[in-house]
DNA sequence: TATGAATGAGTGTTCATTCAT
DNA sequence: TATGAATGAACACTCATTCAT
């Protein structure tokens, strides 16, 4: 089932320096998508990527040079359209309105490919893949410093960011399974749990 | 090989009706449960589930005609040690109690063998073994009850017992996945979120 | 083994472009017809076949999606030299003269690789094969042509055809079972089973 | 596909003398017979005739010591049965009359159990178990007798005989593939072939 | 740089056969 | 003698990765 993967780079090859590679790298990443989107985690291999990219499984080798390093690169990616729009969430007035614009920045990401983003929370728990991945990381950075903006007097804030992302995660990846699509309804609900969190503990 | 994986049943081949076939089951079952501990997801091959239950290979397949059936009937172990706990959640007098029981049961559950939980719920969701598997489902009708009893003014109990149980399985999940191992602490958190949540919605 | 036979498809993979391809699948499949030979039925298995080849196992299964289709290329192989060769009775002159010259092609093939032909007349019965494999069809209906033209009058030529074609097959079997060789003595009793048939059916 | 089969003696394990061993033996080659003519080829195995015949898989090995010698036995059973009918062909006034009992014989054999029959010429042919297959010779001698008798002016008898064995497993074979069942149709064209070749041969 | 043919270790699964009970 | 649990060699097939062109 799963290949012999000998500790190999997960980092991409080369910063594409050349338009024409970023294009292609590009293509890469987001065929690495959809083959993880259509054919879920058994079918997600290095030679359905390349095809489904239109170039050869060589010339995913040259950019990546593991098919770890692909997943790796996959994540960064989803990551960052997530971090660029949480961000914003920083920039809101109050603590309590940064909350709210990330619970609805990750309900808005998740249900638009919802399989996707399960199956990419799934690959960063893999051992392998530990501490290359910076979701979590840097989500848990943003959340601690908007829980210690809305909730000043919390005792564990650290605690906190980390129950409450696992709490998001937890509710947002059940709907995505479920394949809930009302996307205020679900808002609410993450609303009334994070809060109603935050309000009971310390 | 035999990579394919044509449909192969998912129900155990026969039930032991002898002493020793019994031990050797439990063996491999427990055997499936430690290798996925140990090598996690990637190491879980089925050769390896042999050499560490001292069987041949074999004797894996005299008791489960494929990998996803011994995967199966790991996940019914686990599940129904879990059920025999919470169904005494449902003999408390009040609803609310009964929840707490329940969320004591699902932490002391998770933090006793924290990665292979969290394995076998991500197994759980796996396209082919849905349906096989009973925990979500059995979890989610006592927590309906439950809830129904501890809020029966409730709007949407259905939906109220699918997030209480996402959030459940998110943030215990997710306190395995760090290595915690303070039960108290955990168990008040969680009530804090669940009835958060569950004062906060309809 | 394969044991159970997933419904894989029978067709080669990809018809090879380039020359070294070509090149691959002609060793490959020229390999399975010398293991076949040598090893018999049960010595016919994909290692084997790829040791001979001098290529690797993962080659065989680039070009031939699993065993049987290896083995329906191989009948293939073998069916269109017969077919090509057997073509030419149809310009023949007589009926009678197209018959012989069947007659003629049946042998001379068989003879030369008797133990090849006789495996693969088995092979063609498969369950699994059936209709994938040309030959009895594409053999009937040459037959039948010519047997309509050599017997304008018989009451069931396609009866007719498929008993010469049985006839044809039993006795150039047995005849290569046995190790005989002599050609001319074969093919004179052919034709004398064969017309003797006709001559004596309506 | 095949297992490894070291050559283990292909005679059955003793001449049961005992009742009941003399029914177990005959229920477990019934029991062969009936799962080759069920499964076929591939589902031939060792269990699986254990299973049909209602014993344990040791008590197959108590009365043969391989799964060749099982398929021997099974063999010896239809050929003897066989045999005994067409032993009557001698008693036959004239050769002629004695040739048209076997061909009738053939006949009806083969239509009564069709895949079995042609599973079993089949497997006659496997050099592992050549020798010790009686039918092919003992028919053969059998032909050759009444061959002499109903051609004695023919010069090559033996040959006549395999020829004549040939043409009818052919035409017959292939008629069970067929699924034909018009055993007065099947016969009078057999006539035909047979006495067709023996009429135009020296 | 791009291609894609080639590699081969690894994995799931079967089944003839043995032997302790 | 009968049982059936246990064995393990054998086999079909996959897929991450390499490298000659």
Known sequence: MSQPSP????????????ARSAETVASIVEAAAQVLETNGFEGFNTNAVAQRAGVSIGSVYQYFPSKDALTVALIHRETSRFHDD??????????????EYLIGASVRQQLQRPMLARLLDLE??????????????????LLLTIIKRARPAHQHPDIAAADV??????????????GETDIDSLESRLRAAVFGYLSRTG
Chains 1, 2, 3, 4 share one sequence.
């Open 86 to 99: 949480a961000a914003n969430a920083l920039a809101k007035r109050s603590g309590k309105a940064a909350l």
């Open 7 to 18: 500790p190999k780079g997960l980092r991409p090859r080369k910063n594409p320096s050349q």
């Open 165 to 178: 992302m696992a709490i998001i995660k937890g509710m947002v990846d059940a709907a995505g399974e479920r």
């Open 124 to 141: 960063e728990t893999r051992p392998a893949l530990r501490g290359e991945t910076a979701k979590s990381d840097a989500m848990s950075a």
